[in-house]
């Protein structure tokens, strides 16, 4: 990330930043001001906390579980392979596994850094909604959602210590609102309903059920207790509804929900 900046440019991000703030009372994405490779940049950053603190984010070790990479790098390149992400040979689109069965959550950062918890993937029935649910992540980097909803979280100050390199502290914060899913980090519900869309139509291209994102809110119904980043979220009922919408305008082709890879892909987590 950069690490000068003329007092000029600074004196017009003020200007855009503040002219921004006026929204923050709607629904709709602040202006961003992050540059693609501050996105990619800001990614990195919160890859190396992640990797800083193995007893919060025990990340599984990929040459310990190569299957499991294997199955979830496969997923992800399916995907990929659509040629429908804007960003598809900018960002990198790494992947992790952190090592908690009790967390059904996954997250990106910005920049198309990927991770998803044991709870979440053992959870889940089949491949077509973990593929939702990547897809559905995958939407929000490549749509450039996370540093909006960091400009709208963080205001004026933040925004440009990050600019300017000088955030490292906040860094933890950030990471934590974002494996957790707290409602500090927050997208909104156009960003949400963005995201669905993108994932129904990534999808869509691939022999998955692009229905997968919806299979996946009809899963947590049967949840013991409702994740923490849903009480942030749109209705699953309304997302249902928008993703079927969705798959019929697109032609409502039936696709696969891959049930025996995907407990072979359950079977290779510890």
């Given at each position: 990330?950069?690490?000068?900046?003329?007092?000029v440019?600074?004196?017009?991000?003020?200007?855009f930043?503040?002219?921004?703030?006026?929204?923050?009372?709607?629904?709709?994405?602040?202006?961003?001001?992050?540059?693609?490779?501050?996105?990619?940049?800001?990614?990195?950053?919160?890859?190396?906390?992640?990797?800083?603190?193995?007893?919060?984010?025990?990340?599984?070790?990929?040459?310990?579980?190569?299957?499991?990479?294997?199955?979830?790098?496969?997923?992800?390149?399916?995907?990929?392979?659509?040629?429908?992400?804007?960003?598809?040979?900018?960002?990198?689109?790494?992947?992790?596994?952190i090592?908690?069965?009790?967390?059904?959550?996954?997250?990106?950062?910005?920049g198309?850094?990927?991770?998803?918890?044991?709870?979440?993937?053992?959870?889940?029935?089949?491949?077509?909604?973990?593929?939702?649910?990547?897809?559905?992540?995958?939407?929000?980097?490549?749509?450039?959602?996370?540093?909006?909803?960091?400009?709208?979280?963080?205001?004026?100050?933040?925004?440009?210590?990050?600019?300017?390199?000088?955030?490292?502290?906040?860094?933890?914060?950030?990471?934590?609102?974002?494996?957790?899913?707290?409602?500090?980090?927050?997208?909104?519900?156009?960003?949400?309903?963005?995201?669905?869309?993108?994932?129904?139509?990534?999808?869509?291209?691939?022999?998955?059920?692009?229905?997968?994102?919806?299979?996946?809110?009809?899963?947590?119904?049967?949840?013991?207790?409702t994740?923490?980043?849903?009480?942030?979220?749109?209705s699953?009922?309304?997302?249902?509804?928008?993703?079927?919408?969705?798959?019929?305008?697109?032609?409502?082709?039936?696709?696969?929900?891959?049930?025996?890879?995907?407990?072979?892909?359950?079977?290779?987590?510890?």
């Open positions: 990330m950069k690490t000068l900046m003329k007092p440019l600074i004196a017009i991000l003020m200007v930043v503040l002219a921004s703030g006026c929204n923050k009372g709607s629904d709709e994405s602040p202006i961003n001001l992050f540059s693609v490779e501050d996105d990619i940049e800001f990614g990195k950053s919160v890859e190396a906390e992640i990797a800083a603190n193995p007893q919060d984010f025990p990340v599984l070790d990929k040459a310990t579980y190569p299957e499991a990479y294997q199955h979830l790098e496969r997923i992800r390149d399916s995907i990929l392979n659509t040629g429908l992400l804007y960003y598809e040979d900018k960002f990198e689109w790494k992947v992790r596994i090592r908690d069965d009790t967390m059904l959550n996954a997250f990106a950062t910005p198309g850094y990927m991770y998803f918890y044991t709870g979440l993937i053992k959870y889940l029935d089949d491949e077509s909604q973990f593929a939702g649910v990547m897809a559905h992540e995958m939407s929000h980097a490549d749509l450039r959602h996370s540093t909006s909803m960091l400009t709208k979280a963080y205001g004026v100050q933040m925004l440009l210590s990050i600019l300017l390199g000088q955030a490292n502290s906040q860094l933890a914060d950030i990471v934590a609102n974002l494996a957790y899913g707290l409602g500090e980090l927050a997208y909104s519900r156009t960003m949400e309903y963005q995201a669905d869309e993108k994932a129904v139509e990534y999808l869509y291209q691939t022999s998955y059920d692009a229905r997968g994102i919806a299979g996946f809110f009809l899963k947590l119904d049967d949840a013991p207790q994740p923490q980043f849903l009480s942030t979220h749109p699953p009922e309304n997302r249902i509804e928008k993703i079927n919408e969705k798959w019929t305008e697109l032609g409502g082709k039936e696709g696969n929900t891959y049930v025996e890879s995907y407990e072979a892909f359950k079977a290779s987590l510890p």
